[in-house]
């Protein structure tokens, strides 16, 4: 089976930084596209930032230059640097990734367990 297992969120202060970071274990034949997403209390699930096999990234318009994802394909790593952290930041961050477990499977999506960022004022 496949899992994708988040690190590093936590507390810090507003104008601080964290690192996330994803790894994707088990049977994997390919990983396509992987992404961050967040969601906040009563707020829906939104994209933070995504990154293809191939490097090509697209963030949300909030990250304004203050957050850097970056991916190694071969060790199905993925991980988000942010800074200048913002109260408003604050949420559950989730690791997605788009991946085949064999040659044979179509393309499925696969979710992480979120890790918590809170962000103090």
């Known amino acids: 089976q496949v899992r994708l297992v988040e690190s590093g969120g936590g507390l810090v202060q507003g104008g601080g930084s964290l690192r996330l970071s994803c790894e994707a274990l088990?049977?994997?034949?390919?990983?396509?596209?992987m992404s961050w997403w967040r969601q906040a209390p009563g707020k829906q699930r939104e994209l933070v930032a995504s990154?293809?096999?191939?490097?090509?990234?697209n963030y949300s318009d909030f990250t304004e230059g203050r957050f850097t994802i970056s991916r190694e394909v071969a060790k199905r790593t993925m991980d988000l640097q942010m800074n200048s952290l913002r109260p408003e930041d604050s949420a559950v961050y989730y690791c997605?990734?788009?991946?085949?477990?064999?040659?044979?499977?179509?393309?499925?999506?696969?979710w992480g367990q979120g890790t918590q960022v809170t962000v103090s004022a």
């Open positions: 997605n990734a788009e991946l085949r477990q064999s040659i044979r499977d179509r393309v499925k999506t696969y």
């Open positions: 088990g049977s994997i034949y390919r990983t396509n596209s």
């Open positions: 990154i293809t096999n191939s490097g090509i990234t």
